[in-house]
């Protein structure tokens, strides 16, 4: 879908996120509203990997919320991208110990994908699968899962998960390694060939 900019008539799409940010700036809702239908879904399904599906809605929302509260302390030379992930990863890391401090973490999470709901009748050795990825998931700690699910879930470089995480570039491929082992373990455990 193709939206226009009211008065303009340029695509939106077409419209960089560094200008969006911009006019943001300058008091432009509208472009606010364009970046968040760029960058909605993304955000939601990294918090659904790093969270569950325990108060995702209210999780995007304080994403968006921080962003446009935060939007002028954005350095020119940051991409919005990188910066919304990384609020992103600052909200599940707040909820993770919302969690922790409640010691009910694991009853938070839910086993069930919002996208499958939407299916009538979903395959069930997909949904096994599903339930095996997200319960190996689980089994890791929130930095492993963090470089798992932006590199190979949410396909961000790993440079940019570098910055979204604020570790060295070596500290993420390290983490990946030891990530995709303990989920190969884990899966192989579960009977799974891989």
């Known amino acids: ?23 943001c700036l300058q008091g432009d809702e509208q472009s606010f509203r364009q970046l ?24 995007v929302q304080e994403v968006f919320l921080r962003a446009w509260k935060g939007l002028p302390q954005l350095r020119q030379t940051a991409q919005f991208s990188t910066w919304i992930y990384r609020i992103t990863w600052n909200v599940a890391c707040d909820q993770r110990r919302q969690f922790a401090q409640q010691r009910n973490f ?61 570790i060295p570039v070596g500290t993420v491929k390290s983490r990946l390694f030891h990530a995709r082992a303990a989920m190969r373990q884990f899966l192989q455990k579960q009977g799974v060939q891989l």
């Open 1 to 23: 879908m193709v939206y226009l900019v009211p008065g303009v008539g340029v695509p939106t799409e077409d419209i960089s996120d560094s200008d969006l940010t911009e006019k």
């Open 106 to 166: 694991n009853t938070k999470l839910e086993t069930q994908d919002p996208k499958q709901s939407q299916s009538p009748a979903p395959d069930l050795m997909q949904l096994h699968y599903q339930d095996l990825v997200r319960r190996a998931l689980e089994q890791l700690s929130l930095e492993h899962r963090a470089v798992i699910v932006l590199h190979d879930l949410e396909e961000v470089p790993q440079k940019e998960v570098a910055q979204i995480l604020g």
């Open 36 to 59: 968040y239908r760029r960058y909605h879904q993304r955000v939601r399904s990294t918090l659904y990997q790093l969270c569950g599906t325990s108060m995702l809605d209210d999780l």
